[in-house]
């Protein structure tokens, strides 16, 4: 288990290494998105069976966005069109965000549970 300050580096990096996709691939930037940006601490609060699985999501799509981000900018650098393989990663990007974001039981529009 990686622990809640690592995943939650962890998904932050996901999250620009996105974004940078994102613009390699021709695409509009995207908006913040309130679920995405609150995932470390809804994550933490959650049931352990819960955030391992997440844990582990999230690091499987670190292995697979690392060296994916590092081709594309190898061949954005060589002068090569990365627009269709950076759409390929982006939708690949986007489903596996999707499907980590689908752990977090549904809460209500609160946001995150605070104690003191």
Excluded: Y
């Amino acid at each position: 288990m990686l622990g809640a300050s690592a995943t939650s580096m962890r998904w932050g990096a996901l999250s620009e290494a996105g974004s940078v996709v994102s613009m390699l691939a021709g695409l509009p930037a995207e908006s913040p998105d309130k679920l995405a940006r609150n995932f470390p601490a809804l994550i933490r609060d959650c049931p352990p069976w819960r955030r391992q699985l997440a844990e582990n999501a999230v690091a499987d799509l670190a292995a697979i966005m690392e060296p994916g981000l590092a081709a594309l900018l190898a061949v954005n650098a060589r002068g090569a069109d990365p627009r269709p393989a950076a759409t390929a990663l982006w939708h690949e990007f986007m489903s596996a965000r999707a499907a980590i974001l689908g752990l977090l039981p549904q809460s209500s529009h609160l946001g995150p549970r605070r104690s003191a």
